[in-house]
């Protein structure tokens, strides 16, 4: 058997952490043949304590560290693992028990693969509506990955279940620390330059716990829109042309709430607050409402994601501009 370190990155997580621990010990693949580095990103919680005293027949390696966040936490995981294939999970992903043995088996049977596994969400577990949407736009790839309608790319390289050949991460330098969100996605990009190849399967189940913050989830898709500028220069990448063919096929509705809202920050408060107040109304009440739920919180996060990228960019006129420019190059070559 190959042997396999998981890296866990935690902060202030340990009720969870704890039944991450209890899953990966009822793996259906050799416990001798697994380590387990628990990277403690300055938790405050008692998780450096319960790490400390833990009775388990895994082979556990606690690594403590100042909070630094996520990418330097599994750098530091990076480093202490000690075994041929390292696989990512996060503190709040509860690993089926034939995850590691579905991420080995693929390991096994070619070099150079990124392998990445689905993160579910549990059976009778609540999500807030807005985690509810992000969990209903992942299952929407997962079933189109599964289906063949495309390929698994660096795009999806999410870093709460998912497995690399150590060395890969060693020669490319591991995580970027300049960055706090997407940070796998950016990793994703310099192994895939250096010939690493990807792919999904949907065997490798995780069941993702996951609970944020409405705050925390508006955070996010600006991230990932200053983000995509940002790899777009850093690695030359026609990301910007992905991102501008990608609003092309946007709904109107998107459209005109962009158009009305970039570079207007009181506008798009209101919009957003509008937006909220109908998605969280309608989530409970039918099929139809939770369709209405899911169509709103798409318009926050569209608009947010662009806000971020024409913010990257240098404002409204700038994007729209692009956005313009792309649609007549492709009317010219179609």
């Known amino acids: 058997m190959t042997s396999v370190s998981i890296v866990i990155p935690t902060y202030n997580r340990l009720p969870?952490?704890?039944?991450?621990?209890?899953?990966?010990?009822?793996?259906?693949?050799?416990?001798?043949?697994?380590?387990?580095?628990?990277?403690?990103?300055?938790?405050?919680?008692?998780?450096?304590?319960?790490?400390?005293?833990?009775?388990?027949?895994?082979?556990?390696?606690?690594?403590?560290?100042?909070n630094a966040g996520p990418a330097a936490a599994r750098n530091n995981g990076i480093r202490n693992a000690q075994n041929t294939i390292v696989l990512f999970l996060d503190d709040d992903v509860i690993p089926s028990p034939k995850l590691v043995a579905e991420h080995m088996q693929l390991q096994a049977s070619r070099p150079n693969l990124v392998v990445l596994g689905p993160m579910l969400t549990p059976p009778n577990f609540r999500l807030s509506p807005w985690v509810a949407w992000e969990q209903a736009m992942l299952d929407k790839q997962y079933a189109a990955l599964q289906r063949g309608n495309w390929e698994a790319t660096e795009r999806q390289f999410?870093?709460?279940?998912?497995?690399?050949?150590?060395?890969?991460?060693?020669?490319?330098?591991?995580?970027?620390?300049r960055f706090r969100r997407a940070e796998d996605i950016e990793l994703a990009y310099r192994l895939e330059q250096q010939g690493m190849e990807f792919t999904f399967t949907m065997a490798a189940v995780g069941y993702h716990y996951a609970e944020r913050s409405f705050a925390s989830w508006l955070q996010t898709p600006y991230i990932y829109?200053?983000?995509?500028?940002?790899?777009?220069?850093?690695?030359?990448?026609?990301?910007?042309?992905?991102?501008?063919?990608?609003?092309?096929?946007?709904?109107?509705?998107?459209?005109?709430?962009?158009?009305?809202?970039?570079?207007?920050?009181h506008v798009s408060s209101v919009v957003q607050a509008v937006a909220k107040r109908i998605a969280d109304?309608?989530?409970?009440?039918?099929?139809?409402?939770?369709?209405?739920?899911?169509?709103?919180?798409?318009?926050?996060?569209?608009?947010?994601?662009?806000?971020?990228?024409?913010?990257?960019?240098?404002?409204?006129?700038?994007?729209?501009?692009g956005a313009k420019a792309s649609r007549a190059e492709n009317k010219l070559s179609s």
Request: with cysteine.
């Open 16 to 66: 969870r952490l704890k039944h991450v621990i209890a899953a990966i010990e009822r793996q259906d693949y050799p416990l001798e043949d697994i380590e387990v580095v628990i990277v403690s990103d300055g938790s405050t919680d008692g998780t450096d304590a319960y790490l400390s005293s833990i009775k388990t027949p895994l082979n556990i390696r606690f690594v403590p560290q100042a």
């Open 158 to 177: 999410y870093t709460g279940n998912t497995s690399v050949p150590r060395q890969a991460l060693l020669k490319s330098g591991g995580f970027d620390e």
């Open 225 to 265: 829109g200053q983000h995509d500028i940002v790899f777009s220069r850093e690695h030359k990448k026609p990301i910007l042309e992905f991102v501008y063919e990608g609003y092309k096929y946007r709904n109107p509705l998107t459209h005109m709430i962009v158009f009305l809202c970039l570079d207007h920050p």
């Open 281 to 321: 109304m309608s989530y409970q009440t039918s099929k139809l409402g939770r369709r209405i739920s899911r169509a709103a919180y798409s318009a926050i996060f569209n608009l947010r994601y662009y806000q971020g990228v024409a913010d990257e960019l240098g404002g409204r006129n700038v994007f729209f501009s």
